[in-house]
């Protein structure tokens, strides 16, 4: 079965550092990933997305990912943090095919906290 | 705005009783997925429909049940509610073909269930 695992469920940077937030997949086959944010009170929006090709993905807001196989990891990366990123983050898989083909399976999530 | 609709936002109601949660996914959108998010149990996948047929099933209780109409709206019943019911419930809509999900999913904002 597909898992997705979030190292740390806190994370703290101050205003101007990096972050990075760290996932990691199990699958017996590279799946899709995806990076989702969720403010308070709202749904969740999609930052980034992996399928195929080009393993360094930008999304919005300045985030990106990479997709490295031989770590079987996604982490997600912010040059310099704003308050504005401060915020749940979500890390998802889903298989490429097969029968649970559009399936998500979610990390456990990692809220970000930004400092001044 | 996302495009995708949930209706109500909040609804509190007594153990036992049955309720029912609706969604309109994003104009185009074939697929509509449900998840339940909870504090101890994260984000949880409970079913897909896909052009009014249920494609994918996850961790949906047997109290609970949906369905997707015709016209694509898709509605989540949940009965015999029990005080671990309550959570957050979203709904999700993709476009992809097949009901795949390679372009991620749009989520709506969710119905807050609270069961007293």
């Known amino acids: 079965a597909q898992s997705v695992t979030q190292l740390g469920s806190h994370v703290s940077v101050s205003e101007g550092a990096l972050v990075l937030l760290r996932c990691n997949y199990s699958s017996s086959v590279p799946p899709y990933l995806f990076w989702y944010v969720q403010y308070p009170n709202q749904g969740l929006q999609l930052l980034l997305k992996?399928?195929?090709?080009?393993?360094l993905v930008k999304g919005i807001n300045g985030f990106e990912a990479e997709f490295k196989k031989s770590e079987t990891s996604f982490h997600l990366t912010k040059p310099s943090a704003h308050m504005s990123d401060a915020a749940e983050y979500f890390c998802?898989?889903?298989?490429?095919?097969?029968?649970?083909?559009?399936?998500?399976?979610f990390g456990q999530g990692t809220i970000l906290t930004v400092h001044p | 705005d996302s495009g995708v609709t949930q209706t109500p936002k909040h609804l509190i109601t007594a153990t036992g009783q049955r309720v029912t949660l609706r969604c309109s996914p994003r104009s185009g959108d074939l697929s509509v997925y449900w998840y339940q998010q909870s504090l101890d149990q994260g984000l949880q996948f409970l079913i897909q429909y896909y052009n009014g047929e249920e494609r994918a099933k996850g961790n949906i209780l047997e109290r609970f049940s949906a369905q997707q109409f015709p016209d694509l709206h898709s509605e989540l019943n949940l009965s015999s509610l029990e005080l671990g019911d309550s959570a957050l419930y979203f709904c999700a809509s993709s476009v992809a073909r097949g009901g795949g999900v390679s372009g991620g999913y749009t989520f709506g904002s969710g119905t807050r269930l609270t069961v007293v």
């Open positions: 992996y399928t195929t090709g080009a393993t």
């Open positions: 998802a898989a889903s298989p490429a095919g097969g029968t649970s083909y559009g399936k998500l399976t």
